[in-house]
């Protein structure tokens, strides 16, 4: 697991990122959010000539996904 050799796996967040991610690759137990992200996933493929180009499109509402998922500050 990719989390583990980078020393993440204790990043709830993050894990449950990955869980929306791992969703969409595989199936599996859905995240609430699927099926927004699926869509303006597919939206911003439609926008992107190329993988680079796509990944700078849908890196800000993966922070934001990462961000609204961290547990709130003690």
């Known amino acids: 697991m990719l989390r583990v050799s980078f020393a ?3 990043d709830p967040a993050l894990a449950r990122a990955a869980d ?3 969703h969409l690759d595989v199936g599996g137990c859905p ?3 699927v099926v927004g992200f699926e869509t303006i996933h597919t939206g911003a493929r439609k926008r992107c000539q190329d993988d680079d180009h796509l990944l700078a499109e849908i ?3 993966l922070d934001c996904l990462y ?3 961290a547990p709130a500050p003690a």
Do not use: I
Request: charged share 15%.
């Open 31 to 33: 995240v609430l959010e």
């Open 67 to 69: 961000t609204a998922y």
């Open 8 to 10: 993440l796996e204790h």
């Open 59 to 61: 890196t800000p509402v």
């Open 20 to 22: 929306l991610v791992h």
